[in-house]
């Protein structure tokens, strides 16, 4: 099975801030990666896939970028809306989650 | 607009059965693989169980495996998830996501979520 690890596990920033989430995953899964927002309550929310690409609708600050085995979500200029729980998933071989990374105000 | 509806949760006794429904609407239900996920309080998402477009072929996590079993009716638009052998550990939030295409793809669409709570 493949593992995914986030990092960190929660991240203390303010507005306007530049954000940085790692994900590793325990085998190459080339490109096969995906990140998703989550607020309390709320269903989770598709931002990037196949790495990279942006969802539509979604802001342009979110970016993703890697493969193989390291992936980093990237958000340029951090928004109030932006406070929220981050995912990344695998599905290169089955769907397998990171345990999240919680953004949370400075 | 896609919209997908879960119906079906409650609490059950653990040893008990439950059977979960995904109301599909907004796409043609029979092109997409559909996914379960499930969440405990206060935890990450857990891939639980995955079909593809025709119901030819399923998917489970190993923690699931020989008590879960995924099933659609395309000609209802509804997917299913049928939970025997419960137990407190299957207490969650349990989402109907749809693939954002037919095979390998990220979840692009998911419901509300219907909430299981197994307990005596």
Redesign the interface.
Known sequence: DIQMTQSPSTLSASVGDRVTITCRASQSISDWLAWYQQKPGKAPKLLIYKASSLESGVPSRFSGSGSGTEFTLTISSLQPDDFATYYCQQYNSYWTFGQGTKVEIK | EVQLVESGGGLVQPGGSLRLSCAASGFTFSNYWM?WVRQAPGK????VS?INSDGSST?N??SVKGRFTISRDNAKNTLYLQMNSLRAEDTAVY?CTRA?GSG?????Y????TLVTVSS
């Open positions: 996914h990450g998402l857990v891939w995955r998917s996590a190993d989402y954002s390998w793809y990220a979840l692009g998911w419901g509300q979520g």
